[in-house]
């Protein structure tokens, strides 16, 4: 019998990839999804992607235990995995509170819903973020925690939330992910990143502004300690990522208890890097412009990616330039995002 997989958050940018890549592979998957910053017309197109329907698709919020209650009764779950969050870093300084309540909230309402009904296995959506300003780079599992705003020190609560859960319910298996800069889309075109409002990360504003619909991008700051002076992350695909949680999933059972993994390539860009990269996949320059640095960004973020490597034998396999390719055909194809 295929496995049932829960995804919390299944309609969001890594989560309605992440659906389509275990779709792919043979399992069931039943979505959640409250649709405050995702599409419903996501969840067909992730059939599509298949060729293989959802085995089921609610729209609830993780807060809300009677909702979950009746997902968990209405499907035998066998895993979760759990996105379901709000991700804005400035967004979440303006509103502490909400994102708590969410983030922290809705993972312990899924946790105690999932401990009624003996679903002890968990893929938890984690963020490099909780390292906050990295005073060097590669960053391993073990580099020190310090997070700097409201949403990074939710991930990091919920990490601990879980290692404790773990420590003494002795049959859990828990496995954080910590993601670095996911970006790219489905090589289908079907599926992308679709912000709603103006874009707050690099690259689906580099990718408006591509198509026409930005007239430059802001490059925040060329004064930071690295080789051209602008930021360096480490952009990862998110079909890497998607394809991180389903053998994620296959590993769930390795052994109990809580361990956490970086889900990036290893390779730091710079904004102008990537700038560069856009305007080669895409054939279209991309005017910017230098203008101060946004408060609470960081010189570099750049993953060591060697523990997931050494675990399951995970790496990535697309580079900037199949990322730029992948985010610049789904921009072609929906210029104004899905249209809800
Ligand atoms: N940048 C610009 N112009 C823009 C947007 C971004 O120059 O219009 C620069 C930033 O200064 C930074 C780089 O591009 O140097 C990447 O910025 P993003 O906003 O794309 O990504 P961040 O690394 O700031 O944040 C992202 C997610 C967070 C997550 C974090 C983990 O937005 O949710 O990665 O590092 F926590």
Redesign the pocket.
């Known amino acids: 019998m295929p496995e049932t997989v829960l995804v919390t958050g299944g309609a969001g940018f890594i989560g309605s990839h992440t659906c389509a890549e275990l779709l792919a592979h043979g399992y069931e998957v039943v979505v959640v999804d409250n649709h405050v910053n995702s599409s419903p017309l996501v969840l067909d197109r992730i059939a599509k992607t298949a060729g293989r329907p959802l085995a089921g698709a609610y729209r609830a919020d993780v807060r809300d235990r009677r909702a979950l209650t009746e997902v968990f009764a209405a499907h035998r779950v066998d895993a979760v995995i759990h996105f379901a969050a709000h991700?804005?870093?400035g967004e979440s300084v303006a509103r502490p509170v909400e994102y708590y309540d969410t983030n922290v909230g809705g993972t312990c309402t899924l946790l105690s819903v999932m401990r009624d009904h003996r679903v002890d296995r968990l893929v938890f959506s984690s963020?490099?973020?909780v390292h906050g300003d990295a005073r060097t780079v590669p960053l391993t599992e073990h580099s020190p925690v310090a997070p700097t705003n409201p949403?990074?020190h939710t991930k990091l609560t919920c990490e601990r939330i879980l290692e404790d859960v773990c420590a003494h319910l002795a049959q859990m298996r828990v496995l954080a992910l910590r993601?670095?800069?996911p970006v790219g889309a489905h090589p289908s075109g079907l599926l992308g990143e679709d912000p709603r409002g103006v874009?707050?990360?690099?690259?689906p504003?580099v990718a408006q502004v591509a198509v026409g619909r930005r007239e430059r991008?802001?490059?925040?700051?060329d004064d930071y300690p690295t080789p051209d002076g602008?930021?360096?992350?480490d952009y990862v695909h998110v079909m890497d990522v998607a394809e991180g949680h389903r053998v994620a999933v296959e590993h769930l059972d390795d052994r109990t208890g809580m361990r956490v993994f970086n889900l990036g390539t290893g390779t730091g860009t710079s904004?102008l890097d990537?700038v560069a990269a856009f305007a080669e996949a895409s054939g279209r320059p991309i005017p910017h412009q230098v203008v101060d640095?946004?408060p609470g960004?960081v010189a570099a973020?750049v993953a060591d990616a060697s523990a997931v490597a050494a675990a399951w034998g995970w790496t990535t396999t697309r580079d900037l330039a199949a990322m730029c390719r992948d985010a610049w055909r789904f921009q072609q194809l929906h210029p104004d995002g899905y249209t809800r």
């Open positions: 991700k804005a870093v963020s490099c973020s949403y990074a993601y670095f800069n874009p707050g990360n690099l690259m504003y991008l802001s490059v925040f700051g602008t930021g360096v992350r904004v990537l640095r946004r960004d973020l």
